[in-house]
């Protein structure tokens, strides 16, 4: 008996594998599906076959005695006649403990006789080592019903009879697609799935079996969840694997061919690391860790081998490693022609360990309770999770972390929290805590015109400005309810999975361990068409896609919908908008992203043309050069600048960018670039060099005081007409609670103390002295608050603050609580304040006096009569999605907000206080020139924008080119000689003509022009008239 459970839990790995169970994401960590708070399981496995017909079998005291037939993956029968009910396979993995081998997986499956239903019982856990066992709650049943979707259902305890749901939906058609110059007979087809999670929030895998006949599509059945499927004729084999959706995935291609060869080996492995838990697998890209279509241990000399992988030639797939203390890591591969061998090598890196404390909001240690830890993995731009449970003092401990952001979640039922953080490479700062506070419970129901609605999904955004999703399927009265909803304010969106219908946002406040019923109702969606064009060019593009994203608190989200492609002509047609609000994010290969607003009460369906800017090499040259010193680009690939200071990035675009580094000190130091023109761009930044200082924090008593994990100081400086061109962000000693920053100019500085993750002392600093500096910070004490209410008394509640104490320093950012009140934070004098929405679309500013040491709550009526709205025009017709920045006159480098047209080249009217705003066009297709407006209560402020063009001159003496002629140009209409803006950088050098006897003058406004140039034959001067966004030529002398 023990050696066919042996046997069994063997084969069961090589079939199934490991599948890694969510419930609850944030925007920063992997995606959930629908249900309440479930945890990694493991059903048990006792190698046997049972049948059943009345009740569920199986238990310890069964009648039946082990068999020795070898467990089925799949029913070789076609499905059962309409009304009837077959059972596929019924398999659920265990999840392996981080860096633990999982040694087998327990799964088990009945057969149908008669047309019975079936049952499967998995109601006790699997005992292996370095597995979560925890237990699967059964039975379950898979109904398969022509014309139904298949969708597992939970049975009541007792019962032996199920109805399938009322979900009918179309089959999933799969067409095997043979080798060029081969005849397909006869393939056998084999697919696996991992269903959504059901009413009990549990998930189930089946497996799937058939045979597809020559040139015929396969017709499974519907199906939603996580799906990979095989095909095999002979030598030759294909396969697929990723989500499958019932709006999605109608018809899947299955190409087959025959295999290629991968294999390869982990580099500078240490000596002493053990490689017997490392595994590579090969998954297509777009899809979820999970659905690997090839995996393999590592051995001991770190070389990996895996002989067969099918796929298409071509292909894009993801080749990934883990294990061990290493840092997981994934490649990018196109699949090479059958028959191929291509090797993949990896870079052994460790990460950093850590541990976190969980407490409840009382500071009550919590034992035994699992915590993950989950961050972005820039190379493969997805998800990497861990996970840990805490010893009975509440601490869980990390082998592997990866530097930079990272989030830190208890998965409880009961329990909710969620910490972001940030790991240093340079900070002891461990161990983190994590505070959990009581689950709240959110539930109600989703209608659409009066009818309840099957198939939905809820997206929440909470004060901290994080997203999380959560999926609801075959509901049939449309009810909902989540265990672990966010508690506090938290804004809800709800979305139809079935139709192209979006809900209107709702603001809420939850308290913790509370329960709130919020009933929803879908509206109809507007239906966009317009045409994507080229910014240079004119012309239009083919296979850019477009998608929606909706406002939803601080942040844009992505909706599950299908992207729209532009044809040949670069039109589209049929792309979903929300009827309150929405906006379109745009892009195609060869071009830079951009994201328009296209939303409103009275929204026009006809988007016009869209246009996008080309994107090119932006080459980055540091001065001096950092020499042996390691400067890292804090974003995607972490790139770093050579040793003689070049750093080269691709796919950048024109328009203001805010580049942040991380320099070998600590500190982050951020860059304000603006390239201009066409590509490719060059832009040289000056590294700080200079003094050094010190800051010692003392607490209020005068005696030394120790900071926590999460605080530090932050600096910024201002280098000309209140510009802030750099910012540096360094942690505090978590012994000394001293800080260090290098690289200081002479100049005043703004410091601010983070204590908590909020600036707990802001300081300005007059480091004009020749030297290093060591400065003693004494805490002081809070100056009281300031309450902001509106005309009519109302708190202006949930508003970005941003103070500040010195003209031309970086502001200090608060935020007002549902009162209005913020916290002064140690200010005094004069303070000017900005107060920003949500969205960062309202603006309100004004002045304070503070008196030092005042505990008092201040008072202050915001004056919201005004709106910033714009009415962009080009030549008397309207500029249609244009961006810009937008901001108060007085605040440059402390606010900006990010505005676009709309198809009449209008942008929404928000409120804001009277006042003098500043605009400048960041749309690479429009000549970046401050525009200065004044706020209005009547209208929208007209300003008139101009297009960019390239004007190019030809220089001859009869046939033959003039070589290094001087060009002068000047603007017409602006009265303008154009070296000014050569001098401010706003167009590039082009004085001198080529060997060719050309010059090509890029991105000057369009309008009218005199050319002028000292030629062997005289002076010589023509006119000519500028077209924005196209290339125009012009001759002086004779040809």
């Keep these: 008996m023990r050696k066919d459970v042996t046997a069994l839990l063997a084969l069961a790995l090589i079939l199934v594998g490991s599948v890694w169970l969510w419930t609850w994401s944030t925007d920063r960590g992997p995606i959930d599906q629908e249900g ?58 265990a999840v392996p403990q981080p860096h633990a081998t999982c040694l087998g997986t327990a799964w088990e499956q009945v057969e149908n006789q008669q047309g019975a239903p079936l049952q499967v019982l998995t109601d006790r856990p699997t005992q292996a080592p370095g597995l979560a066992c925890q237990t699967i709650r059964g039975p379950f049943l898979v109904p398969i019903t022509p014309g139904f979707a298949a969708t597992p259902q939970s049975l009541a305890p007792g019962s032996t009879s199920l109805v399938p749901k009322p979900n009918a939906a179309d089959p999933l058609r799969v067409q095997v697609i043979p080798a060029k110059g081969t005849a397909l007979a006869a393939c056998d087809l084999e697919m696996r799935c991992l269903s959504d999670t059901d009413q009990a929030g549990q998930r189930v895998g089946f ?11 396969l017709e499974l059945p519907a199906f939603q969840g996580i799906a990979q499927i095989i095909a095999r004729s002979g030598d030759l084999a294909g396969s697929w694997a990723g989500s499958v959706r019932l709006t999605h995935n109608k018809e899947i291609e299955i190409h087959l061919g025959p295999s290629f060869h991968l294999a390869g080996y982990i580099n500078q492995v240490p000596q002493e690391e053990d490689l017997s838990s490392y595994r590579v697998s090969v998954r297509p890209k777009g899809s979820l860790p999970n659905a690997a279509i090839a995996e393999c241990h590592v051995d001991k000399n770190g070389f990996w081998d895996l002989k067969e992988i099918h796929a298409a030639a071509g292909a894009e797939l993801l080749v990934a490693v883990s294990g061990g203390i290493m840092l997981p890591q994934t490649k990018q591969i196109m699949a090479p022609p059958g028959g191929t061998l291509m090797t993949v090598n990896f870079n052994w890196k460790a990460g950093l360990p850590g541990s976190v404390i969980v407490t409840d909001t009382q500071g009550s240690l919590l034992g035994g309770v699992e915590v993950q830890g989950f961050w972005y993995d820039n190379e493969e731009s997805a998800y990497t999770m861990v996970s840990a449970r805490t010893s009975s003092q509440g601490l869980a401990k990390f082998a592997a972390l990866a530097v930079g952001e990272i989030s830190f979640a208890l998965r409880e039922p009961g329990w909710s929290g969620t910490q972001y953080d940030y790991i240093h490479p340079k900070q002891n700062r461990e ?54 909803a966010p ?37 109809s969606n507007t239906l966009a068409r317009g045409q994507v064009v080229s910014a240079s060019t004119g012309q239009p593009i083919e296979g850019a896609w477009l998608t929606s994203k909706e406002p939803l608190g601080t942040t844009l989200i992505d909706v599950e919908r299908e ?30 992203p951009t994201t328009l607003a296209a939303g409103g009460d009275k929204l026009d369906p006809d988007l016009g043309r869209i246009v996008l800017n080309a994107a090119g090499t932006l080459t980055l040259r540091l001065e001096p050069p950092p020499g ?29 960018q805010r580049l942040t580094f991380e320099p070998p000190w600590g500190a982050f130091v951020e860059f304000y670039v603006t390239p201009r023109g066409s590509p490719p761009w060059e832009v040289v930044l000056q590294r700080p060099v200079g003094r050094k200082i010190i800051f010692v924090l003392e607490a209020e008593d005068g005696g030394p005081y120790v900071p926590g994990s999460a605080q530090g100081l932050r600096l910024s400086w201002s280098e000309s007409a209140g510009e802030a061109a750099t910012l540096l962000t360094t942690y505090l000693n978590q012994e000394t609670g001293e800080a260090t920053i ?60 941003y103070f500040q104490m010195t003209p031309g320093v970086r502001a200090r950012f608060e935020a007002t609580s549902r009162s209005g009140i913020v916290n002064l934070a140690g200010a005094s004098g004069k303070v000017r304040y900005l107060l920003s929405g949500k969205t960062q679309e309202t603006v309100f500013t004004g002045t304070i006096q503070v008196t030092k040491g005042n505990t008092e709550t201040l008072t202050e009526t915001i004056d919201s009569s005004h709106n910033m709205g714009i009415h962009f025009t080009e030549r008397g017709k309207p500029a249609s999605y244009l961006t810009a920045m937008i901001t108060p006159v007085g605040w440059a480098g402390s606010y900006q907000v990010k505005i676009t047209s709309d198809h009449g080249g209008n942008t929404p009217a928000h409120a804001c206080s009277p006042g003098e705003y500043r605009v400048t066009p960041i749309d690479g297709a429009y000549w970046h020139e401050p525009l200065t407006f004044h706020s209005s209560a009547s209208g929208p402020a007209v300003l008139e924008v101009r297009q960019v063009g390239d004007l190019g001159v030809h220089a001859l003496f009869g046939e033959d080119p003039l070589v290094g002629i001087t060009i002068s140009l000047h603007n017409q209409e602006r009265g303008t000689d154009v070296s000014t803006w050569v001098t401010a950088g706003r167009v590039d050098p082009f004085e001198v003509t080529d060997q060719d006897g050309r010059t090509l003058i890029r991105g000057i406004p369009s309008g009218l022009y005199t050319v002028q140039a000292q030629l062997p034959s005289g002076l010589a001067s023509v006119q000519v008239q500028v077209i924005g966004g196209s290339e125009t030529w012009v001759s002086l002398g004779s040809e």
């Excluded at 569920?56 to 037939?69: A, C, F, L, R, Y």
């Excluded at 390691?630 to 024109?654: K, N």
């Design 487 to 523: 508690s506090g304010p938290v804004s809800v969106i709800v979305y139809s999975l079935d139709w192209e219908e979006t809900g209107n946002t709702h603001d809420l406040n939850i308290p913790p361990g509370t329960t709130k019923t919020l009933d929803l109702e879908l509206e």
């Design 563 to 592: 992207y729209t492609i532009s044809d040949a002509e670069g039109r589209f047609e049929g792309l979903a908008l929300a009827p309150s609000s929405s906006w379109v994010y745009v892009a195609a290969h060869g071009y830079q």
């Design 207 to 217: 497996v799937m079996r058939r045979t597809v006949n020559a040139n015929q599509p």
């Design 628 to 656: 042996n010193e390691i400067w890292t680009l804090v974003e995607r690939g972490r790139p770093q600048f050579s040793p003689d200071g070049v750093l080269v990035l691709q796919d950048r675009g024109a328009g203001s």
């Design 36 to 93: 309440s708070r479930t945890t990694p399981v493991t059903p048990r496995h006792t190698g046997t076959e049972q049948t059943s017909s009345t009740k569920p079998q199986g238990k310890e005291n069964s009648t039946q005695g082990p068999t020795t037939s070898a467990p089925r993956t799949g029913l070789e029968s076609a499905p059962s006649a309409p009304g009837q009910l077959t059972l596929m396979a019924l398999w659920a993995c």
């Design 742 to 801: 290098e690289g200081i100019p002479q100049t005043w500085i703004s410091a601010a103390v983070i204590l908590n993750s909020r600036d707990a002392c802001h300081l300005e600093l007059d480091a004009r002295a020749a030297g290093d500096l060591r400065l003693k910070v004494r805490l002081k004490p809070d100056s009281g608050h300031v309450r902001f209410i509106d005309s009519n008394s109302r708190p202006m509640s949930n508003l970005a603050a």
């Design 431 to 484: 161990p983190y805590v994590l505070k959990v506070s009581p689950s709240t419970i959110l539930q109600g129901t989703v209608r659409r015109k009066g009818l309840p609605v099957p198939n939905f999904q809820l997206a929440f955004n909470d004060e901290r400005g994080h997203v999380a999703w959560k999926w609801f399927r075959d509901r049939t009265d449309g009810s909902y309810l989540i265990n672990d």
